[in-house]
């Protein structure tokens, strides 16, 4: 069996996978208020038998709470706890950018989907909002714009009359009350920035690429914008499965 990590901004998600590359478990909770009696008492809960282990590779963008949870691995395993920009990718990846300013999950998620055929465009709704661009066996870099929920969050924190809101799908643009005008500038703002974003990615590489969606408001999105897009909330793990063949 192996431990398979997602170290997001917002949450983290550990999965357990067997040597056929089924998940067996997943275990998800906040990324910085982690803590080691935390890591203790959920292990403990889904049974995990750490004498099964036999690989720990992590994508992170935490750095700290890598930490925490690698140390408290070591207590439990002899096992070396790897985060993938520990290994030499290039055999599965070119990266045409600086290597240490792109996220572990970006790389992820851009090994998840190379076939050496299609070029793809990767829209990733986490704590920032991401386009990364794949071209064949090739990532050439990406576009970083405001995370959806964290931009919300960061209006009605700072202005005063304006509630905390559940984006969801509006039909009209025009509001007719505080909450509808929100909505409407978040919900069509957003998916004029994609459709934005994408078209000019196109232009300047001159290139037609597939555009696949992921995170947390890939549902809303996925049918309201203009962009034909595919939505997978695989990528990771299933860029991390490919990885981990690296390990011996």
């Known amino acids: 069996m192996y431990i398979l990590g997602d170290i997001g901004n917002t949450e983290t998600k550990i999965f357990f996978v067997s040597k056929k590359n089924k ?3 997943k275990i998800n909770f906040l990324s910085k208020s982690v803590n080691i009696n935390q890591l203790e008492n959920l292990f403990k809960k889904n049974k995990i038998q750490f004498n099964k282990l036999e690989k720990i590779l992590f994508c992170s963008v935490v750095p700290n709470t890598f930490n925490i949870i690698k140390n408290f691995l070591k207590t439990k395993v002899k096992l070396k706890c790897f985060e993938i920009k520990n290994l030499n990718l290039r055999s ?10 792109v996220g572990s999950d970006r790389i992820t998620n851009a090994i998840s989907l190379i076939n050496n055929k299609h070029n793809f465009i990767i829209l990733d709704f986490g704590t920032a909002t991401t386009f990364d661009v794949l071209i064949k066996n090739t990532y050439y870099g990406g576009v970083i714009a405001p995370g ?11 202005a005063t009359l ?6 969801k799908k509006i039909n009209k643009v025009i509001g007719n009350n505080t909450i509808t005008a929100v909505r409407s500038g978040f919900f069509w703002g957003y998916a004029g920035l994609i459709d934005n974003i994408i078209n000019l990615i196109k232009k300047e590489t001159r290139k037609s690429f597939k555009v696949i969606i992921t995170g947390g408001f890939s549902n809303l999105f996925k049918n309201s914008i203009k962009t034909k897009a595919i939505q997978n909330q695989n990528i990771t793990i299933n860029g991390l499965i490919k990885i981990s063949k690296l390990i011996k």
């Open 23 to 25: 998940i067996l478990k």
């Open 92 to 101: 599965l990846i070119k990266i045409k950018v600086n290597y240490n300013q």
């Open 148 to 158: 959806v929920r964290l931009s919300l969050k960061t209006l009605s924190d700072n």
């Open 162 to 167: 304006i509630p905390k809101i559940n984006l």
